[in-house]
């Protein structure tokens, strides 16, 4: 359902009136913020999102708005628009694409007698049309917007919510967007469900599911989980953020960069932890691309988060609770992979990494904590005493990453890493601060895996070549292609 959309159209059918009001054709709505200069007080940015602009800003109670214009509308125009869409849903055309809608509206304008509006409000319908026929209604701004990474409705008398990358000190933007009734923002949810070939409903209130476009969304529909529909819309880039960016955003440090990239080489296991936001499946999926790119690297997930596109062994496996992860990873090691991560461990998934580790195969995985006492704590909730023996003596490291406030920024970063010798955590690594990664047990554990009596001239020489990296996902991959001899 989430592909073409088939609209059934009437037969013999003759009549039409102009601006009819179809009990399926809703009234056509505009998202715009007439009163800017009385509203903010300090623009922050300005930019536009096809035809609509967007205004970030601080108004004038200290709120950080995300302000939404989209193009204005006449009467003219809604009786249009109402007529276009009544016709549409009574006829038979196939909308695989954007070039197929707009076919099929100058077809039933040409037909209705209708070619002199169309053409004098062409991009405009066509925006609107589209906008509530193919894509996500009063959403689909905030859906497009690049800088938008999180969507967030907390009850539907509320106005939406988002989290902007470039405005992460703020946490999150109020928008001018809102839902006029419980009855709609279900209605809205319900569509959202329909688009990732799902359902949701009194029987089965909760949703978490993949957009068509890979973006992630739990939700619920209200009673009996809450007094309304509720959701968040996690948007993951189709191509990963590479480690070099990551490095220049201040998110890495180089040298643990370096670090990660011979402990994969090594096929040692580490965890990322942090709490929810912090960018754990981010720094893991680029972590996981200083590997060797002729690698069998099969990732474990509920949510197709983790991606290698442009690794010709990268294998994903999905399930939708722990037995069934369990069940994927079991099969994932009879595939004798280089490296098994499992996106992020909540529970018996976690025995087949213990496999893993046994089988000489690398691993790695996120874990939601924030320290190494929760992160013990949770293993000997999910595990026997002899797999958390084996699985905590054999965690190389632990890269604690957390979105944390300083003064009136808030950064993403990797804050300490710590690695396990005995039964003790130490930490080689603390931003602004003199590292001992040289000095440790790690790196004398990598000489004795990789066979290397130069460990530390090869840890010097990769963190050159990650100095003199380029940005961007295809460069990393061109260069380490190259270092590898591929």
């Known amino acids: 359902m989430c592909g073409a959309l088939l609209l059934p159209r009437k037969k013999n059918e003759s009549s039409f009136i102009r601006g009819g009001n179809s009990s399926n054709v809703k009234q056509l709505r505009s998202i715009r913020i007439e009163n800017l200069n009385e509203l903010c007080l300090e623009v922050l940015r300005k930019y536009n999102v096809n035809l609509v602009e967007v205004i970030i800003c601080i108004d004038k109670q200290g709120v950080a708005r995300y302000l939404i214009n989209e193009p204005p509308i006449n009467l003219e125009l809604q009786k249009l628009y109402e007529s276009l869409m009544e016709n549409l849903y009574t006829s038979y055309f196939s909308l695989e694409s954007f070039e197929d809608l707009k076919k099929a509206l100058e077809k039933l304008s040409s037909e209705l007698n209708l070619e002199n509006l169309l053409h004098k409000y062409y991009d405009i319908v066509i925006y609107y049309v589209y906008r509530d026929v193919k894509g996500y209604g009063i959403l689909d701004v905030v859906l497009r917007?690049?800088?938008?990474?999180?969507?967030?409705?907390?009850?539907?008398?509320?106005?939406?919510?988002?989290?902007?990358?470039?405005?992460?000190?703020?946490?999150?933007?109020?928008?001018?967007?809102?839902?006029?009734?419980?009855?709609?923002?279900?209605n809205f949810i319900d569509r959202l469900a329909i688009k990732c070939g799902k359902s949701i409903s009194i029987r089965k209130p909760e949703l978490h599911a993949t957009l068509p476009e890979g973006f992630r969304i739990a939700a619920t529909i209200g009673e009996p989980i809450g007094s309304s529909p509720t959701f968040d819309i996690r948007k993951l880039t189709a191509v990963p953020i590479d480690i070099i960016t990551l490095i220049k955003q201040g998110v890495v440090d180089h040298k643990v960069a370096a670090l990660l990239w011979l402990v994969n080489d090594a096929k040692l296991f580490y965890v990322v932890i942090g709490g929810s936001g912090s960018g754990k499946t981010t720094l893991l999926n680029a972590f996981l691309q200083l590997s060797n790119p002729n690698w069998k690297i099969i990732v474990v997930q509920d949510i197709p988060e983790i991606k290698l596109p442009l690794r010709p062994r990268f294998i994903q496996f999905?399930?939708?609770?722990?037995?069934?992860?369990?069940?994927?990873?079991?099969?994932?090691?009879?595939?004798?992979?280089?490296?098994?991560?499992?996106?992020?461990?909540?529970?018996?998934?976690?025995?087949?990494?213990?496999?893993?580790?046994?089988?000489?195969?690398g691993s790695a995985t996120t874990f939601h904590a924030s320290t190494p006492e929760e992160y013990e704590m949770a293993l000997r909730g999910l595990l026997s005493q002899d797999l958390y023996t084996m699985l905590s003596l054999n965690t190389a490291l632990m890269i604690y990453v957390s979105r944390m406030r300083r003064g009136y920024r808030v950064e993403r970063k990797i804050w300490k890493v710590f690695e396990k010798v005995g039964d003790e955590w130490r930490e080689i690594f603390v931003p602004d601060k003199v590292d001992s990664i040289l000095k440790s047990y790690t790196i004398k554990r990598l000489s004795k895996r990789l066979l290397r009596d130069d460990i530390e001239a090869e840890y010097e020489y990769r963190l050159k070549i990650l100095e003199n990296m380029s940005q961007g996902y295809e460069s990393v991959e061109r260069i380490l292609r190259r270092f590898y001899g591929i």
């Open 145 to 186: 917007d690049e800088g938008v990474e999180d969507i967030e409705l907390s009850h539907w008398s509320k106005p939406i919510t988002v989290v902007h990358r470039d405005f992460l000190s703020y946490e999150a933007l109020m928008t001018n967007i809102q839902f006029q009734s419980d009855e709609e923002a279900r």
């Open 318 to 361: 999905y399930g939708e609770d722990s037995e069934e992860l369990l069940q994927r990873c079991i099969t994932a090691l009879r595939y004798r992979p280089d490296m098994l991560v499992v996106g992020e461990v909540r529970g018996k998934e976690i025995t087949a990494l213990v496999r893993a580790v046994a089988s000489g195969s």
